[in-house]
């Protein structure tokens, strides 16, 4: 039946073949709304959690480096986390402006203060990492080895507190380049550099036991809620977020992407079903002769239906298959220009192909294809034989 | 004829048409028996309702009112999907215009309504080869029903109809599309098979055809008429 329908097919096979681009193209665009209606989302969490820190502690009201806000008393809070036996690292960050000197005048970088016996902020790319309480060293980010040219072990200046359009440094200090990393968090071609939490306390003066935020990372996922529960129990002056609760704050930020991608994705689907049922209606209305002769020969109207519906379903598949394709690939350079927007961390997706997404498009769209096959087929299967012989004599 | 002893029986038929305002009665009253082995031809003007009358006869139509059996079933009490297992099995069909399946090769399309009544690919390939052979098409297998002439296409739509091995063989003008020694070949075709004991039930314009026929039926305004003598015109309606 399939290898009558695919002959079938070609015997129109310019209009065969532009039905199945037409298909394919309403294919490639709900694909496209699937990966963007949820992508976003799957890819933030997937951010939030690459080095599995569940928790986020920021000073109340804020969202993690929402602001200039920092947290007091981050150390001892974060000590007393380390010793909750349901907590496996907990470390404090602290952000702040360093400069490195270049020609005549100064770099910027984003300089984040680190515990690094608990930093969820970075992966080391090559090189040692920065040791506990090391006064000395500093990790570099890609970019920043790139401009300056820095490599691990050499000796860099790094300027603290100064006015760029003076170029005036309040202090200055020098630092071994332990290695080069990959900052999880960071625009495309940020310049970010990390230093051990005290050294950039001492560096910005920043006044007692300071924190931007402290990053928890809970031993079994199922006590998340929990943990964060007791924190908040435990230091009612923060605001305490799991992966789980800033998601479902980005996800009312999205609330209009994903609105967007429901009507563009349901636009694209009933494209789909009104090319296959077009498609398969003209068919059906030039082999009603042909149609008559099957079904005066003994041909079921359930196998009439049955072949119909195989042609349609080899059009959605083969523009499934060339939509998949085209999504693919027109995802990925609309991701592109969206991911480009400065300020946007690296890591950040529009479009996640994910395989459920894949299949839950490709899905759609062959349900669709049955759908849209139905009524033609029930039009041949219903077609009066004698009546369609009479008039194919005259 | 006893209807006792008829292979095919239609009783009373009555069929009429409307056309908008207008209605033509097709049928008024037809009753035909068919013996197993006969060769009848249905002959009479266009119009006089021989199409429609082998339509009914082969369960393609229903009538108005009046009955048919075939073997002793009677197609009225029968649901759409019993009528058209009947039709698989136990009828065969040949149209004027052969109406095989242009994308399938002439042994692909005997194989089909095998293939439809559940027949095993060797099998019905086996049987297709053997029915081309008997058409005299055994070199045309693999041939697409677009690349034979039209005899030839006839002759495919023949061995098709044969394919289950029916009881009962129903032609319509099958010499209607084709040149005179074509035709002669498919007459010749008939007459085998009627010969080898198929029952065969023509309606044909084609007076050489109806000469073949061990029976005439002769239809004028739906209703059986005397057959005409050949010498004679044709009566005026």
């Known amino acids: 039946m399939i290898l009558l329908a695919a002959r079938n097919l070609t015997r129109h096979p310019l209009r065969n073949l532009l039905a199945v681009l037409g298909i394919a193209v309403a294919a490639a665009l709900l694909l ?363 | 004829m006893s209807a006792a002893t008829a292979l095919l029986d239609a009783r009373d038929l009555v069929k009429e048409f409307r056309m908008g305002e207008r209605s033509v009665m097709a049928l008024r009253g037809v009753s035909v028996a068919v013996r197993q082995g006969e060769y009848v031809g249905i002959t009479g003007p266009s119009g006089s309702g021989k199409s429609t009358l082998l339509h009914i006869l082969g369960g393609l139509d229903t009538p108005d009112s009046g009955a048919v059996s075939l073997e002793g079933v009677a197609f009225l009490g029968l649901t759409d999907s019993a009528l058209t297992r009947l039709r698989l099995l136990k009828m065969g069909y040949v149209f004027q215009r052969f109406h095989l399946l242009p994308v399938l090769t002439a042994l692909e399309n005997i194989e089909l309504p095998m293939a439809e009544a559940g027949v095993g690919r060797a099998e019905r390939q086996a049987r297709a080869r053997d029915l081309l052979e008997y058409v005299g098409l055994s070199d045309r297998a693999d041939h697409r029903a677009t690349q034979l002439s039209g005899g030839e296409m006839q002759r495919v739509a023949i061995a098709r109809a044969l394919a289950n091995r029916p009881t009962l063989l129903f032609a319509d003008e099958p010499t209607g599309e084709l040149d005179l020694s074509t035709g002669r070949q498919i007459l010749e075709l008939f007459r085998r098979l009627n010969q080898e004991g198929m029952t065969v039930v023509v309606v044909t314009h084609d007076e050489q055809l109806a000469q073949e026929a061990s029976r005439t039926i002769h239809l004028i305004d739906g209703l059986i008429a005397p057959v005409p003598n050949p010498q004679s015109p044709i009566p005026a309606r």
């Open chain 1, 32 to 394: 496209d709304m699937v990966m963007l209606a949820g992508g976003m989302e799957r890819s933030f969490q997937r951010m939030l959690l690459s080095r599995g820190y569940q928790i986020r502690i920021a000073p109340k009201g804020t969202l993690p480096f929402d602001t200039e806000a920092t947290l007091a008393g981050a150390a001892s809070l974060s000590a007393r986390l380390r010793a909750d036996p349901r907590i496996s690292a907990a470390g404090a960050v602290l952000g702040g402006a360093l400069f490195a000197p270049a020609g005549d005048s100064l770099l910027p970088l984003a300089g984040l203060g680190v515990e690094p016996e608990g930093q969820g902020l970075y992966e080391l790319d090559s090189g040692t990492d920065l040791g506990p309480g090391d006064t000395t060293g500093i990790v570099i980010g890609v970019s920043v080895a790139q401009v300056t040219g820095w490599r691990t072990g050499d000796t860099v200046r790094i300027i603290v507190g100064t006015d760029p359009q003076m170029a005036r440094a309040s202090s200055e200090r020098r630092l071994v380049v332990r290695g080069v990393v990959h900052w999880l968090y960071a625009a495309r071609g940020q310049r970010t550099v990390g230093i051990a939490l005290p050294l950039m306390r001492a560096l910005t003066r920043a006044a007692g036991d300071r924190a931007s935020m402290i990053m928890v990372k809970v031993v079994r996922d199922e006590e998340v809620e929990a943990v964060a529960s007791d924190i908040r129990s435990m230091a009612p002056g923060v605001e305490v977020n799991s992966v789980s609760t800033l998601v479902a704050r980005f996800r009312t930020r999205l609330t209009y992407f994903r609105q967007l991608s429901l009507i563009l994705g349901t636009i694209s689907l009933f494209v789909g079903i009104l090319l296959v049922t077009t498609l398969l209606t003209i068919t059906v209305s030039e082999r009603l002769g042909e149609i008559a002769t099957l079904r005066a020969i003994g041909v079921s109207r359930s196998g009439i239906v049955r072949r119909v519906l195989a042609e349609g379903a080899l059009l959605t598949l083969a523009g499934n298959a060339i939509g998949l394709l085209l999504g693919l690939v027109t995802a990925r350079y609309l991701d592109g220009i969206l991911t480009s927007f400065p300020g946007l961390p690296a890591a950040i997706s529009f479009f996640v192909p994910e395989p459920a997404a894949v299949a839950r498009a490709a899905a759609a769209l062959l349900v669709a294809g049955g759908i849209a096959g139905a009524w033609p087929a029930w039009r041949a299967a219903r077609a009066p034989i004698a009546a369609t012989l009479r008039e194919e004599a005259t």
